[in-house]
Each structure stands twice: as structure tokens, then as C-alpha cells.
């Protein structure tokens, strides 16, 4: 008997829900997060988390609809994943892209200049998505505590004073391919 399958649309970010907290980090990084965020705080930045840990359940869905609604994906080329029960063909390919545009929407990746990983460093609980934002120079302490000056722009997490700060504590900002704004890990991708 052939299973019935769902078709894609904003109703799939609800499903396989990930984590903000800085709990479900793994190890040391965990620790190095923390003490980055507190720093941060301490220094007067606006820290926002928006994930942490991510199920590879949601880093599929999120990636092929990206690709769908970006690049023009077929959604027939789309491979199946074992525990999600999705059908990304629509009948047509406007619909397809718009239920796909629809996911990218609800999953607050359609600004995305990168695709969604297929699988992450979030799938291990080794990466962060944070905003980060301050009004004017701040001084923060780096993990061997030193006093840093951060008085360039820009005032946000792509800042290379406070990505040099980070690195101090094991939290490197994304060096892999294309530009992800909010995404930390603890190797960079």
C-alpha cells in the first residue's frame, strides 16, 4: 500500500522543531557560547538567539525549499527523507515554487543569501544563529579577559572586531561559502 504523502507548505515549519536555548549545545561549546553571550551582554550588546540545536528533519525541509523557491529546483529531483512524509510537487511548477516560498517564509529563510545547509553543525548542537546589535563603541572582554575596543562598523554580528573576540572563545563566526549573517559555530561552517 503506497503512503500517502503531504504536500509542502508553511505547515511543515511547525514539524521537527528545533531549539533556542543554549542547553541543547553540545560540550565545551556549550560553555564557550555562554560565556560569549555574557560578555556580549556585559559590554552592552543586544544578543537575539534565533537556534540553536536543529533537527536534520527540519536543516531537509528548510534546504529544499530554499532551493525550490531560489533556484528553481524540480521538485521531482528531491530525495526522500525516512520520517518525513512530504510531496514537494504541486501538479505545477508555479505552485510548487509558491508552497515552497510559503515554507521559506515560515521558516524565516527566505532573506537567506545562502542555501540552508542540508546537514550542519546545528544538527549536532556545534552552532548558533544570533543577532547581535550595539548603538555606539563598546569594550568587551575577550576569554583571557582583556578589555576590546570595538569601535568599527559594522554594529552587528559581521563586525571582524567581535568576530576576532569570539574566536578567542571558540565561537567562530560562518567562513564557509556564500555570507549566513547570524551563524556560529565551533569550526566556522
Known amino acids: 500500500m503506497e503512503e500517502k504523502l503531504e504536500l509542502s507548505g508553511a505547515q511543515w515549519a511547525n514539524r521537527f522543531r528545533g531549539s ?14 555562554e560565556d560569549f553571550i555574557y560578555a ?4 552592552g550588546m543586544k544578543v537575539v538567539i534565533n537556534s540553536t540545536y536543529r533537527a536534520p528533519k527540519r536543516s531537509y525541509l528548510m534546504h529544499y525549499s530554499w532551493r525550490i523557491a531560489k533556484n528553481g529546483l524540480d521538485p521531482e529531483k528531491i530525495p526522500s527523507m525516512q520520517g518525513v512524509d512530504i510531496n514537494w510537487n504541486h501538479g505545477t511548477k508555479e505552485k510548487s515554487v509558491k508552497a515552497a516560498k510559503d515554507m521559506t517564509l515560515a521558516f524565516d529563510t527566505h532573506t537567506l ?10 544538527n549536532s548542537g556545534l552552532a548558533i544563529d544570533i543577532n547581535v546589535s550595539w548603538g555606539k563603541t563598546v569594550e568587551i572582554k575577550d576569554a583571557d579577559g582583556n578589555l576590546v575596543k570595538i569601535n568599527t562598523l559594522p554594529r552587528t554580528g559581521m563586525n571582524k572586531q567581535l568576530i576576532a573576540v569570539g574566536k578567542t572563545y571558540g565561537v567562530q563566526k560562518y567562513r564557509g561559502p556564500g555570507r549566513d549573517f547570524p551563524h556560529w559555530s565551533n569550526n566556522g561552517l
Open 20 to 33: 533556542t536555548g543554549t542547553r541543547e549545545l553540545s560540550g565545551n561549546f556549550r560553555q564557550a557560547v
Open 40 to 43: 556580549m551582554k556585559q559590554a
Open 113 to 122: 543569501q545562502t542555501k540552508p545547509a542540508l546537514r550542519s553543525q546545528h
